[in-house]
């Protein structure tokens, strides 16, 4: 009977819409009957991928080092459908540091552990127009593939069980830790692509021998093309081994080390810039330079970054019962990202020192800071170290485990190639930018013991401890990386006999004297430096407490329930649950659910993070400032001390196993979070806001004293919102006897956002009619700036001496709002005229892999064999339907950085690999 039964469930299962699977329930390396132990989401000793009640998906070691990326984060963005690692460009710190997001939540919002213990998150906090703005996240690419044993992926809320951050689920990286052995290897590779949508420009269209606007758009030259560009750049390679050792020949200890560098060439993207680059010599003619300038100026792509890593995993036994451990690690990268191009005939570029203070800037005084324009880099300089120290039980009725964590992430900038241009000719080209720094501290213990209650099996009653100390730093930069120079001077009010002893020019009208030939702009181009008013020092601590009941009660029948209480020093105190439980009602077939409640603290970056850049407008410098939400230009806005985000997580689905090698997946979420905490929009004279709204906010501004702020932006608790989907992950091992082993892995993620409630109790702010606190653009960005399905099919096999892996991508749709309001509808969410909608696309990798002797391996591959991109950004004219002309840089920026798979193209690469 019971056989007839698993027939029919099995017949029924084939006909499920599972849409070409593909992850990481890479159970085993030889078929999905071995049983796996996991330690992700449970505290019992005996829990495995198959009787857990919450997803778990567990990706081997070997699986993360096949393939031409060796980025972790990369590695997961191709193997886990949930998992999403967009890769933008011209993003300052966040082209370095790009974060990563899981079910389409926050980069904060997924917890990070190596080996079991909380990994902190980087000083970076990502401000710019990313996914993940307004978010610090853990570094995963600091950890190199080579050290991994396995990833532990759990796709559930886990506050309860690890405390704040555990919303979208836990990544657990275990560490290598054998005391023999060990692994190197070596890989190269290089991109060879051509740039889909991107014409190959060969020249100017020359009449007459000089160049010509193109009729179409007169904010370009035309030119003639041959072709689409192509590209062989972003050269890479790295260097990496793992060794296991005993512990200086202790029976029972190892030491397990991994070291690698790596470094990876720039990549370009751009289409060529058309735009004149120099000033006009007359309304009719150009500059001559114009037939001869390299249009290639841009630097759109991926970083130079040169990455140096070192992890340590040890352990040894004291007695018969004990075992003290530690494990730790060191990573340095220096990294190279482009700002925008500054042109020849920018203001950016002129030198107002040529200028009298009451002379007025035209064409034909400019003068050049340097002759042909400039590209300022941003050298970004990140350090991070981290270490763990324990000691922990391993015989007798209890385990426990007491150990002592420390990490540190450092983020410092530089700025190469640029001007202040306030400072004229004085200035620097070179300026240290400042930084930031981000440290915790925590001790943690664990005690855990079975107990025999006349369940179906033990009862594991596991309880604990932990204390966090968190600091947060702001270094300011040097003078120069953000001062106003003597080529800027104020207006201000006073009569016409002393504007003129100051060269100045008064308006009668007004009585304002104006300075038109000191309107430099000020700071550092393509970064400003962090002002000295900047500087922080920021602390915070906090204790939690947890209980966690886990155990068979029932034949078939798996529960755990779990409780945490947490107390912060800067916001108070939470409370948080969660059950979850599995009934398998026939062998091979189980449901499984879970119910909890959860939350993140407000990171100090939130809290605290300030910086101001200082704009010009009608003569007069303002501040744009980020402050942090104590400020009292804050607080003049109104702001309150953050709250903790609250989520409420419910899962439910099945698992089946109906025949040998052969399981199955499936698991629908619904997360609930309020007071979702996001940047508001610029609030001011300079705000985003309509003529009006920035004028009431500019009047609550200057009422409490703070005349010279143009906008101020700051952290509130600002949304409500859903996120559910569906997750669905199958694994097969063929049953091929004779021609090797292989295995077909699929998965699939469907995933939606929805704001529930845009919120407004900012005191004075709430009564200003029409002011928008978190906009349209990055409404958008939350909801559908991530693909909204995806699907991973892979294939992976050995026959005899050869190998291969074969994998397919499909990244669903995505939208990247552009700045222009909507025509028609609803203002905070109908598409405008400049929203690009980025379509489907698969994405091929394939490698082969050779093993002529036991222990030396090769294979060559290519990732993203068929050359795919985005789609490429509209630029001219818009439709006659909607009038008008897309925005100028999208002719030579041609790709979305909203792109879920980047917008490189074909990257070829060969590997060695020896063990020993």
């Known amino acids: 009977m019971r056989s007839t039964i698993r027939l029919s469930l099995l017949a029924s299962l084939s006909a499920l819409p599972l849409a070409a699977p593909a992850l990481a329930q890479d159970t085993a390396a030889d078929g999905a009957d071995e049983q796996v132990i996991i330690v992700t989401g449970t505290r019992s000793t005996a829990r495995t991928v198959e009787d857990s009640p919450v997803p778990v998906d567990v990706l081997s070691g070997d699986t993360l080092t096949e393939g031409g990326q060796v980025e972790t984060n990369k590695i997961l963005n191709k193997l886990v459908p949930s998992f999403n690692f967009p890769q933008p460009a011209i993003a300052d710190g966040s082209d ?25 998150v980087s000083a970076l906090l990502n401000i710019n127009g990313t996914v993940g703005r307004g978010s610090a996240a853990v570094d995963m690419n600091s950890i190199p593939a080579l050290a991994i044993d396995r990833i532990e992926v759990l796709r559930d809320g886990a506050s309860s069980q690890y405390g704040s951050d555990a919303i979208a689920g836990v990544v657990n990286i275990r560490l290598k830790n054998a005391s023999e052995g060990g692994r190197a290897s070596i890989s190269y590779g290089k991109y060879d692509t051509t740039i889909s949508g991107v014409a190959n420009v060969t020249g100017l269209a020359l009449t007459g021998g000089a160049p010509s606007l193109d009729p179409t758009d007169n904010r ?29 020949g202790v029976e029972g200890g190892y030491i397990n080390f991994t070291a690698e560098y790596r470094r990876r060439g720039f990549t370009n993207r751009q289409g060529h810039d058309l735009r004149p680059n120099y000033i006009r010599p007359t309304p009719t003619t150009w500059d001559p330079r114009e037939i001869t300038f390299n249009r290639l100026q841009f630097r759109f792509g991926d970083p130079k970054a040169d990455d140096f890593i070192l992890f340590a995993n040890m352990a040894m036994p004291i007695g018969d019962s004990l075992e003290l451990y530690s494990f730790g690690s060191f990573n340095q990268r220096d990294s190279l990202s482009a700002a925008n191009y500054r042109q020849a005939n920018a203001a950016a570029n002129r030198n107002f020192a040529v200028l009298l203070p009451s002379d007025t800037p035209n064409n034909a005084n400019f003068v050049g800071l340097t002759p042909d324009g400039f590209l300022p880099f941003i050298q970004s300089d990140l350090t991070d170290r981290a270490w763990t120290t324990g000691l922990r039980t391993t015989s007798g009725e209890w385990n426990a485990d007491a150990s002592l964590t420390w990490g540190k992430n450092n983020f410092d900038y530089r700025v190469e190639g640029s001007v202040n241009t306030s400072f004229g000719p004085a200035t620097q080209r070179a300026f240290d930018a400042g930084g930031l720094s981000y440290r915790h501290l925590l001790a943690n213990l664990d005690l855990s013991r079975e107990f025999d209650v006349g369940f179906a099996g033990p009862l594991t009653v596991a309880f604990g401890a932990e204390y966090r100390n968190e600091e947060f730093k702001i270094r300011p930069g040097e003078t120069q990386s953000w001062a106003t ?27 304002i004297c104006s300075f038109p030939g000191r309107a430099a702009p000020a700071g550092a181009q393509g970064f400003p430096g962090i002002p000295a008013t900047s500087a922080t020092h920021a602390r915070r601590s906090n204790v939690a407490g947890y209980v966690e009941l886990d155990a068979e009660v029932a034949d078939g029948f798996t529960a755990t329930a779990a409780a945490r209480y947490e107390h912060f020093s800067d916001f108070g105190s939470t409370l948080t649950g969660k059950f979850a439980a599995r009934y398998e009602f026939v062998d091979g077939f189980a449901l499984r659910g879970s119910i909890s409640n959860g939350f993140r603290a407000p990171s100090l970056h939130q809290q605290f993070f300030t910086t101001t850049s200082t704009n010009f407008i009608a003569g007069v410098p303002v501040d744009i400032s980020t402050v942090a939400v104590g400020s009292p230009v804050a607080r003049a806005l109104g702001s309150k001390d953050l709250k903790a985000e609250k989520s409420f997580n419910l899962s439910a689905g099945f698992t089946a196993n109906p025949v040998s090698g052969l399981t199955l997946t499936v698991d629908y979420y619904n997360i609930r979070i309020n007071d979702r905490i996001v940047l508001t929009e610029n609030l001011g004279a300079a705000g985003s806001g309509t003529a009006a709204v920035n004028a009431a906010v500019k009047a609550v501004l200057d009422a409490n004293g703070f005349n010279s702020v143009g906008a101020a932006r700051f952290f509130i608790n600002g949304l409500n919102t859903r996120t559910q989907g569906v997750d669905a992950v199958l694994n097969w091992r063929l049953p091929v006897e004779g021609v090797g082993k292989w295995t077909l892995t699929a998965a699939y993620n469907y995933n939606t956002q929805k704001i529930l409630a845009r919120k407004n109790d900012l005191g004075p702010l709430a009564t200003i009619p029409g002011l928008i606190l978190f906009g349209r653009v990055e409404g958008i960005r939350f909801t559908e700036g991530q693909p909204r399905d995806k699907v991973v099919l892979s294939l992976d096999g050995d026959v005899g001496i050869f190998g291969l892996t074969a994998r397919s991508t499909r990244y669903g749709k995505v939208v990247s709002p552009g700045s222009a309001n909507p025509t028609a509808g609803d203002p905070l969410t109908a598409y405008g005229p400049d929203d690009i909608f980025l379509r489907a696309k698969w994405i091929t990798d394939l490698e082969l892999r050779v093993k002529p002797m036991e222990r030396l391996s090769f294979a060559i591959g290519a990732d993203n064999l068929f050359d795919v991109y985005p789609d490429r950004s509209p630029f001219g004219a818009r439709p006659a339907a909607i009038g008008g002309v897309y925005p100028a840089n999208q002719q030579y920026i041609p790709f979305s950085i909203f792109s879920p798979f980047g917008f490189n193209g074909r990257y070829l690469y060969a590997r060695a690999s020896i063990e020993f």
């Open 96 to 120: 370095a540091l790009r974060p990563a997001t899981l079910r389409g939540l926050g980069p904060d919002q997924t917890l990070v552990l190596v080996n079991g213990k909380r990994r902190h």
């Open 220 to 248: 370009y030259f035309l030119a003639t093309t041959d072709g689409e560009r192509k590209a062989r750049d972003g050269e890479s390679y790295s260097v990496a081994t793992n060794i296991g050792l005993p512990f200086f």
């Open 485 to 511: 120079g003597p080529m800027f001077r104020a207006s201000f009010a006073t009569n016409s006999a002393f504007c003129a002893s100051q060269q100045g020019v008064f308006n009668a009208g007004t009585g």
